[in-house]
Nanobody
């Protein structure tokens, strides 16, 4: 069983920065496709950023150039560095792990990010 736990959310002013962290339990981190999603009130959950097993990344257009996703396979960690935050970035951010070959995914419990104007 894979378990994910996010941390690092909080309240920040517009233009500020936060770094989210996600620790993944188990010994299969190296084969997991990792991603961050977010869900704002009244909106659907959306992909923010993803990082593959080999380190390739992709970003939502709305965060490209401001957010950076990274992973540390030695620590079973994935990070989301968020810079130049905007009020529209306010949401609950979820860590996601996928095992593509098994069509299986796992979710963390989420961490709240609030950006004040």
């Amino acid at each position: 069983q894979v378990q994910l736990a996010e941390s690092g959310g909080g309240l920040v002013q517009s233009g500020g920065s936060l770094r989210l962290s996600c620790v993944v339990s188990g010994s299969i981190f190296r084969i997991l496709e990792m991603a961050w999603y977010r869900q704002a009130p009244g909106k659907q959950r959306e992909l923010v950023a993803a990082i593959g097993v080999g380190g390739s990344t992709n970003y939502a257009d709305s965060v490209n150039g401001r957010f950076i996703i990274s992973r540390d396979n030695a620590k079973n960690m994935v990070y989301l560095q968020m810079n130049n935050l905007k009020p529209e970035d306010t949401a609950v951010y979820y860590c996601n792990a996928k095992i593509l070959a098994l069509m299986t995914q796992f979710w963390g419990q989420g961490t709240q990010v609030t950006v004040s104007s």
